[in-house]
């Protein structure tokens, strides 16, 4: 996690200033890092919060950003099922995209709890760190950095390169594509309603690749048994 903790760090500085710049205090700045703690749905929630949408818009916008978080989990429930609810809890809020990615590649396979879970508190630590000092950073001097910066582009090119590590396969490079040419299909739609349509587009047909695959592989093993 430490060589991608600048990264973490400039998406950070870039959420904590485009809070402030959107018209929220500091001090519910400061609470929405802590207690939301998700990038990409701040990002595409502030938007709407400052051009008065509906909460419902606002709540699905956010919960759809966040809908990858499903599968996370679905991924790491063999690792961390034998643990308390209450620890179960605590683990999930520190979960972030980055740290799933290097987790599943030190361990492919569930393992010892005593090696799982300290891999998983070293990269949650940096991850917060870096994305709480940096955002924090960004709330403090939203009124000394200057939008000509560019930093909003900023932004742009930290969540390319998130979604850059989570193509992984012909599955997601599809879904990828569907929910680009959704979302350019649907620009047109107020609140940026367009982001839940590229999002509801990309997760129906992740679903009907993956059954096309799963049944695909099944038919060999049919097969084989004949």
């Known amino acids: ?83 308390s609810l209450r620890h179960r809890l605590w683990v999930t809020y520190f979960m972030a995209d980055l740290n799933y990615v290097a987790f599943m590649k030190r361990f492919p396979t569930p393992g010892a ?11 949650v630590a940096v991850n917060w760190t870096a994305w709480q000092a940096m955002s924090l950073l960004g709330i403090a001097l939203a009124d000394v950095i200057p939008t000509q910066w560019g930093l909003g582009f900023a932004g742009s090119l930290a969540l390319l390169g998130l979604t850059g590590t989570l193509l992984i396969d012909r599955g997601t490079w599809i879904a990828a594509l569907v929910a680009a040419a959704a979302a350019f299909a649907a620009f047109a739609l107020p609140f940026h309603l367009n982001i839940v349509v590229a ?5 129906a047909v992740g679903v009907i690749v993956d059954h096309f695959s799963q049944t695909a592989a099944a038919r060999p093993a049919a097969g084989s048994d004949a």
Do not use: E, H
Not at 44 to 71: D, E, K, M, Y
Not at 199 to 203: H, M, P, Y
């Open 199 to 203: 999002i509801a587009a990309a997760v």
């Open 113 to 123: 709890m005593s090696d799982q879970l300290p891999f998983l508190w070293g990269g």
């Open 1 to 83: 996690m430490t060589g991608i903790s600048l990264g973490i760090g400039a998406w950070g500085l870039v959420t904590g200033i485009a809070m402030v710049k959107a018209g929220m205090g500091v001090p519910l700045c400061v609470a929405m890092s802590l207690l939301v703690f998700a990038g990409s749905a701040q990002l595409a929630s502030l938007p709407l919060i400052t051009q008065g949408a509906p909460l419902w818009v606002i709540w699905a916008t956010a919960l759809c950003v966040n809908l990858r978080f499903i599968i996370f989990s679905a991924g790491w429930r063999p690792y961390f099922a034998p643990l």
